[in-house]
Each structure stands twice: as structure tokens, then as C-alpha cells.
């Protein structure tokens, strides 16, 4: 028992936090019963990375679940409080070589926090044609890592290596608006190979443009975001450790809502995924 | 009794087609009924923008609404067949001034056909920024329309005036790829006032990019597609029937998947929706 007790422990300390804060254990009734971790809170709740990581956790993990993402949609409902929270995640129909889902993150207190809707497909070799090419950056190794002490704890789980459009909080109001424009080199500390888990968390990583922008900090949140995956778990496997690229931009921020675009780009110059979000903002 | 019967065949008749074929009807067990329209046929279903406009409609017409569209996922699952379907919707989660939705159209021999979700808000004045400026294209009176006979029937319904990038069919394998880039004026035939239900259709009005780019047809499919409003209804109806412009392009055709970006545009110069989508494609 001892023994037993120990080796569990083991297993908890090597796990990677996306690995332990994604967890989720099957419940008596068919649900999946998970528990937020501190490690990745934000402002008001944990990081909507890391909500989407585990729904998508839950359809990857899923015994009938045939293929690889394709598109993930999170909306976003309502704060994730502190504590446990359960997944229902269902196959809404499985065809031939694609595979639609739906999940809900609810809690006890709250209701539905979250919803998902994915698109999962055995992807086969086919005519292939990249028009977007990588922008021309300089390489993580010749930028400065953003100080992120004091800051949100999530945060801390990423080195960000900006290279245009860093983080700024020295905006005031009435200033001219700064581009929302961001290329930043990113990497999970510690480290952890990319994966499904991890690119769709990385897909939330972009800090909200309204705050580039302004400069300042507003209430604001992310209300729904959609990830349209571009490679492989094979491909995202070899890429191992090595730091990907992000590059996020917005079109407007108009009464209460502001949107982004970010595509995410391996080292070497694949396109991984084209991230999308409309924010919420008040000011 | 004849006068009731005349009387509903004359609002038949004035109706416009996308709101007599986005008709739902409440059943008995709390279900909305709809039946397929054939001059919105596709290829081998319903056009895709008049399905994201029915679902849109149960959203907007749910008695427990509040607000207007922010955000819509829609997710098609399998070939609408002709004939009846049915629709339900639930609101997940209502806050103050959000509301989150989801939806999912049925089919008695074919399962779940569509799903879809939506956030709706109530958008109040505040600060406001647009980085994205309209491109500058031709005016549309200074353009050819596509001819449209003999093409799938909803093709009738809009008129396409392309100012690059038209939908070509003289390509063949082997080629040079064309760009995905298209900008397209665009308006419906016959007219009708812009609203969120033809706002929504026109976010999947893009030929898919992999026939602009290659060419010549191929299997093909849109399986998930997002859109973000910028507009609001009381926006949308003063445009009244005047053309939008619809700019569409694409990052990535790969193992059966290739992407879209869409930004739609007021005459005026206003952003009034931005749509992505994932499409599958074999070849």
C-alpha cells in the first residue's frame, strides 16, 4: 500500500502541469470529474488555455474517438471557479473518417462555464498547397524573455520571446491606439513536447488585443475561440521541445467585442494552426 | 376558408427565399420543423449558408433570446437530404448581457446533420477601433455578374460580381496553383434588406478556395465554419439592399483539409462580419 502510495506520487511529480492540471477521472455516472489547479490561474479564473487543452483532453481520451483534431470551438460562458468540475463529452456522429463532438464544463455552483465543438478526421495524404509563409523574425535565441513575476501564475508555465508587439501596461486612456500586431516565439516551461493538449492551449496564449492596444488593463475576457489544426500528432511529436511561433493581429474593437487572429507556426516553418477569438471588453 | 387559404398563399408568395426556406415551424414534442427548399440546392445538399441561416433563425426567434449575434459555429456533420428536418435549440447558459447557445438540426434517416453553437450579446457603446481598413476595388456597378445558369440552383439567388479572383473552372492537374485570394460584390437575388440571417448565409456565400485555386471540381466540403458579427441589426437594416463586399482567401490546403478566411464588408467601408472556415477536400 505504501509502495502504491509512493509510486502515485512519483507519477503526480513528473507530470508535466498541463498534464496534471488536464486531468480527469471517469465518474460513477458516465461524467468526467476534473479540479481546477492554481498554477494556471488568471485574473478571475483559470487560463482559457488550459479549459480548452482539457476539453480537448476529454475527446482525445475518449474510447470511441477515431481520427485527430481538425477544428476545436470554445465558447466560454462563465467564470470556472475554483474547485472541481465535470465533463460530458459525446461523439455527436461518427462517419467514415470524420468525427463530430460536443462537450460541456460544468460545476457544481455554476452551471455550465464552459461548451466545445470539435471536428476530428483520419487525415490522408493528398495535393497540398501552403500560400501563407512564415514571417521573418528574429530567432527566439536573440530575444529578451518577458519578465512574468507578479504577474497572472499562468504566466510563469511559458517563456514568451516577443520579437514585435510586446506586452505593454504603459498605455493611458486618449493615447493613440498601438498596433495589435504581436510575433512572439513561445515554449512551455518546463518543457513539454508539443501535442494536440498543448497546441490548443497554445492557441489561448495570445494576450488580448485589446490590451496590446490600449496598453492598460480593462475588464475583458475571451468569449469564443476556434483552433483549425494543420498537422499531425506524428508532426507535432517530432517537433519535440523546440519553441513555436505566434503571430496575432485584430481587425476591431467595437461596442463590447474585439476579435484576433493568430496562426501558430512551427521552427522550421510549418503552419501548426490558425487560432480565432472574439473577446469581450468593457471601457 | 378559401379567403384563409388565399390569404396565406399570397404571404407565400411575397415572402423572400431565404426567410420561406429557413421557415421552421414549432412541433408538439418542442422541436421546430423545417423542410428542405430546392432552390437552394447544392450539389449534393443544401447550400451550407441557408442551413447556418436556419439555425441562425432558431436562435433568433427562441422566446428566451437576449441580445443579438456576437459569434456562430457551425458544424456540418453530413449532407442535409431533401426533405423535412428538425431542429433544437436550447440556450446553455444566459448571464446578464450574454448568452450562449447551441443547436442541432436532425434528420429521421440521417441523425445529426448540423450542429451549432452561438454566443448572442446585448452590445453597448464604448470605445471603438478599427486597425482594418477596406481594400480598394472597383465599384460594383463597373462589374460583370458571374453567369450562374446551369450551376447548382442557389447560385441564382445571389449575384456575384467578382473584382478578383472569380470562380474559374479552366484549370487542370499539374498546374500552377492560382491565388485563393477573391474580392467579390455581392447581393441577393431577389432583393432583400440585410439582416443576421442573410448576414450569416453570405459567411459561407466563398466558393471553396480549393476550386479557385485549382480550378476545376473536386470532392469537397465545408465541415466547420465560424462567424464573428461586427454589426448590429439596427446597423444591418440601414444598409438596406445595397451590395457587400466579400473578400476571401487561405493559408493551407493539406491531407483533406484546406482553410478560409472571409472578411465581409459594408459599401461604406464597415467590417460587418469576419468568417473562417475549415472545408474538406479529396484529391
Chains 1, 2 share one sequence.
Not at 24 to 36: M, Q
Amino acid at each position: 500500500m505504501n509502495t502504491h502510495i509512493s509510486a502515485d506520487r512519483s507519477a503526480a511529480e513528473i507530470l508535466h502541469p498541463l498534464d496534471r492540471a488536464s486531468r480527469l477521472t471517469p465518474t460513477a455516472d458516465g461524467r468526467l470529474r476534473g479540479v481546477t489547479d492554481d498554477a494556471y490561474w488568471n485574473m478571475a479564473s483559470p487560463w482559457g488555455g488550459l479549459t480548452a487543452a482539457t476539453l480537448m483532453r476529454a475527446m482525445m481520451e475518449h474510447p470511441g474517438r477515431i481520427g485527430e483534431p481538425v477544428s476545436l470551438t470554445l465558447n466560454f460562458c462563465a467564470p470556472v471557479a475554483r474547485g472541481e468540475f465535470f465533463v460530458v463529452v459525446r461523439p455527436v456522429r461518427t462517419n467514415r473518417s470524420t468525427q463530430h463532438w460536443y462537450a460541456e464544463l460544468t460545476q457544481p455552483d455554476i452551471g455550465v462555464a464552459a461548451t466545445a465543438t470539435a471536428v476530428f478526421a483520419a487525415r490522408r495524404e493528398t495535393w497540398s498547397h501552403r500560400p501563407a509563409t512564415p514571417p521573418d523574425v528574429p530567432p527566439p535565441e536573440s530575444l529578451a524573455s518577458m519578465p512574468t513575476g507578479g504577474s497572472s501564475a499562468w504566466l510563469n508555465l511559458y517563456n514568451f520571446r516577443f520579437a514585435t508587439g510586446e506586452m505593454r501596461r504603459d498605455g493611458k486612456p486618449g493615447e493613440k491606439p498601438a498596433s495589435p500586431l504581436s510575433h512572439v516565439w513561445l515554449n512551455p516551461i518546463p518543457a513539454r513536447p508539443l501535442d494536440f493538449l498543448a497546441l490548443t492551449a497554445l492557441s489561448d496564449i495570445f494576450f488580448i488585443r485589446i490590451l496590446q492596444v490600449r496598453g492598460y488593463m480593462v475588464p475583458m475576457g475571451t468569449v469564443s475561440m476556434t483552433t483549425y489544426f494543420h498537422a499531425t500528432g506524428e508532426e507535432l511529436s517530432a517537433l519535440g521541445i523546440e519553441p513555436v511561433l505566434g503571430v496575432a493581429d485584430a481587425k476591431i474593437f467595437d461596442r463590447n467585442f474585439a476579435d484576433q487572429q493568430a496562426d501558430i507556426w512551427s521552427r522550421g516553418g510549418r503552419l501548426l494552426a490558425t487560432c480565432y477569438q472574439i473577446s469581450w471588453f468593457k471601457e
